[in-house]
């Protein structure tokens, strides 16, 4: 099956830094979404991209489909924004999402 | 997001008996989907809904059964609950399977067997 890779695995930023999640995936997907999963649990969805680019707020994603890989950037960061950032993947007719391992983001006051 | 609702969100029971946990969502998404998040393995598929008693195993189903009579409701049974099966379950829903649907999430349901 479709392998999911997430880089880095751990992050740790001061607040107000930038930074840029990447995921890379090894076959061609036709839907891949962001979530943020907060310190509480929840499972927040980020983006929704396939390809393209979308911006929400401090939040970015870019997904480069031929070159099988998606990045999420994060400007000016917050506490709030900690957590844990999956990247998931869909392909072909395969209506299940495969995950990656996540990137763990701890941002300090 | 998608009204999604999990029940119980938490549950402590005992090794050998039997589980039931609910997934009821108000969006008339026709996919529903339960996983398992594990440390270390992040988030797994148990199984899936395409459609009103029509369901199919994820990448981890043994020992668990799933049922849909309803488009709303999606219930992942554990026949005989064992240790192994400590873990946080999500429900997720979605419009369509495979060239769109976005996914969303319920908000998990924590279960812990002794």
């Known amino acids: 099956g479709i392998q999911v890779e997430q880089s880095p695995p751990d992050l740790i930023l001061q607040e107000g830094a930038n930074s840029t999640l990447r995921c890379n995936f090894s076959d061609s997907v036709n839907n891949l979404q962001w979530f943020h999963q907060n310190p509480w649990g929840q499972l927040i969805n980020l983006f929704y991209i396939p390809s393209g680019t979308k911006q929400n707020g401090r939040l970015s994603a870019t997904t480069v489909a031929t070159e099988r890989y998606s990045l999420l950037y994060i400007s000016s960061s917050q506490t709030t924004d900690s957590g844990v950032y999956f990247c998931?993947?869909?392909?072909?007719?395969?209506?299940?999402?495969?995950f990656g391992k996540g990137i763990t983001l701890s941002v300090r006051p | 997001d998608a009204g999604i609702t999990q029940s119980p969100r938490h549950k402590v029971t005992e090794t050998g008996t039997p589980v039931t946990l609910r997934c009821h969502q108000t969006e008339n998404h026709r996919y529903m989907y339960w996983y398992r998040q594990d440390p270390g393995h992040g988030l797994r598929l148990i199984h899936y809904s395409y459609g009103v008693k029509d369901t199919d195993k994820g990448e981890v189903s043994d020992g668990y059964s799933v049922s849909r009579s309803k488009t709303e409701d999606f219930l992942l049974t554990l026949e005989s609950a064992t240790s192994s099966q400590t873990s946080v379950y999500f429900c997720a829903s979605a419009t369509s399977g495979s060239l769109t649907g976005e996914l969303f999430f319920g908000e998990g349901s924590r279960l812990t067997v002794l």
């Open positions: 998931a993947v869909k392909t072909g007719a395969n209506s299940k999402l495969t």
